[in-house]
Structures are given as C-alpha cells and as structure tokens.
C-alpha cells in the first residue's frame, strides 16, 4: 500500500524530482513563492488527499500522480521545518482520522485531481522522468 512510504520517507528531499517507491520519479513544483500560510494550507490538502486516494479505490490515482502528492507534500515539510514525526503528526494524524468518516472518501476523493492539476499548473509533473534531473 502506499501509505505505508509517507512516514518512512517524509524527509527524503530531493531538489527537482522525487522518486516514488515503485521507481516512479517526477518533476515536482516550486514551492518555494508560497508563504508559510499557503504553504500549511497546501501540506494539509495533500495529506488529506494521500490518505483518500490511497484508502478509497473509487479516488485510486496514478503511481506518477501519488508521487507528485507526496513529494510535494516533502517539499512544503522541508520549506516548513518540519521533522517526520512532526509532518506526520501534525498532517497524516488528522488526515488518516478521515477514514472514520463514512463520507470522506465522496467528499475528499473529487478534489484529488483538481489538486493534481493545481501541482502541475505550478511546475509539476505526472509522466515519468526517464532520470532524475
């Protein structure tokens, strides 16, 4: 399951792309313009839409797609100071409470590849790289 790479790899930052635990690498977008408001408003989404796809296969996503999640979701942790424990706790805690919810999956699921487009308007990626750059 995919799940199970966020927390083992929330702090493996790379500069330009990231590499998802099926080899899957892709151009992430700069996030570096974002304040650090924007910026937790956008960590948060992220998780949130981790956890929805990864557990509702109504909302399953590409390998390409969670790697551009996720790794953007590394991107905004470095940009916000944030350790693993800190990034999961803070983010993936409340985000994985979603599964409590029986209409999390309808509610969350939708806005998965709005967000994707939103990450790809900004400089990120889907298709695999043929390497990393």
């Known amino acids: ?22 080899g899957v690498t892709v151009q ?3 996030v570096s313009g974002l304040s ?3 910026a937790k408003s956008l960590i948060a ?10 557990n509702c296969p109504d909302y399953a996503i590409t390998d390409g797609e969670w790697t551009l999640i996720t790794g953007t979701g590394d991107r905004l942790a470095a940009k916000l100071g944030l350790d ?18 029986p209409g ?3 509610r969350i699921g939708p806005t998965a590849k709005p967000l994707i487009q939103r990450l ?3 400089g990120g990626g889907t298709a695999p790289l043929t390497q990393s750059q």
């Not at 399951?1 to 099926?22: I, S, Y």
């Not at 800190?86 to 983010?91: G, H, S, V």
């Open 28 to 30: 992430l977008p700069d």
């Open 120 to 122: 790809v308007g900004m």
């Open 84 to 101: 693993a424990s800190a990034y999961d706790r803070t983010y993936y805690g409340p985000a994985f409470k979603l599964l409590d919810d």
């Open 45 to 54: 989404e992220l998780a949130n839409v981790n956890v929805i796809t990864s």
């Open 104 to 106: 999390a999956c309808d």
């Open 1 to 22: 399951m995919k799940t199970g790479a966020v927390t083992t790899g929330a702090l493996a930052f790379l500069a330009t792309a990231a590499l998802a635990d099926g």
């Open 36 to 38: 650090d408001a924007e």
